[in-house]
DNA sequence: CTCCATGGTTGACGCTGTCAACCATGGAGC
DNA sequence: GCTCCATGGTTGACAGCGTCAACCATGGAG
């Protein structure tokens, strides 16, 4: 019975901190229940009695992953002007993306095969994409815009297609090295940063 | 003995036929050759003397998907100005990701523990990579710039980006839902293609 | 004091990828 | 024509996986 270090509540949380880091060692294919179990001396059915499936663990983690993409996206610099700020949050987007790809890929690589079975993740995406959606209103706003309803909403979409779609391909994911990006990662960001300006139709690019 | 319908090279033929019939069904995750096997009345080694690994017959699917993607996108009406064209290789682009979701995902979705051990699909990606890069290089044309190496590379990495980005999302992959897109997919992507237009400075935007 | 929900246990099942050993066949070399 | 060996199939085994089932300790509510 495990090195008995525990009052309730503490294998759930023990057993989603011991997959997030399995998944940070080996991604999520490398994550297996039992493996969890193993590691933290408990039978290979313990887990199972906080978590019906192993999906069930896996939106967990999504979902923390998403909590701590948010907490990154909200921690750029504040007072900025609009442009500059649309542009930070793109960065953080980006940097979040490179430099914790599995937890990236947890939130959005990973195939759940039924998103609606786990609403607390779904909100916590949600809540993600709304910080976007507000950055890029007050971006417009700032040039005497006013943007909001389904513009807004297409608008957001365009945006995080962008940056999702880049940072896919910049994790080698999609393509395995498709493109031979010979110039330095911060290049290419910044370039398709001021081409999503432009596609915004904002004035002085992003930058 | 299965039914021995074969000459040689024939059931490596039908090992990848009858996995891409399975992927078709069950999406990616529920592909094991032992099933394969088991279809083509084989024994559950068999197809191990014509594949290394499961990750190998994945790779040769993806390359077959890469070939299929690339006539899909080359088969758009010819003749079209310059715009139009991009514009109808952006929509063919999403006409074969949303049409054909589980190949689209063998493509982009699956993670190849190492895609340079699989030099043809790499090929076969590169290949689509191109016909993008030259449909964007003949829209600048158009409007008279030339425009051709990094800066080329960084126009087709943008588009690219945003049509793959968009494409994970409109499939749900990504985000469960996160968006609701209560308009038509063909309107959200007409949106977008007229922003990725203006992001490529193309003066009509590309409709 | 009893009872039952909670959270742990062990054991089994069928599935997977993969390794190993064995065997039929048919064409090349002598 | 006989031998030999590569090719492409076979069966059998192994470990690891998710999951189901049954069992058991404990502790708080009635």
Redesign the pocket.
Known sequence: ??AGR?R?E??REACVREALAIVAEQGVEG?????VARRLG?????P???FP???HILAEMAARAFAAFAGHLESRPPGNPPHEDLAAMGRAYMDYALSRPLDYRLMFGTPLPNPADHPDMLRLACHAFDMLRQGIARAHAAEGRTVEGQDLDADALYVWSTLHGLAGILRGQATGGLVQVAVPVETVLEEMLARVGRGLGLRAGKT
Not at 31 to 35: I, K, P, T
């Open positions: 019975m495990a525990g309730p503490d294998l994550l297996s229940l039992r493996e408990v039978s290979h059915q313990a199972y009695k906080h499936s192993r999906d």
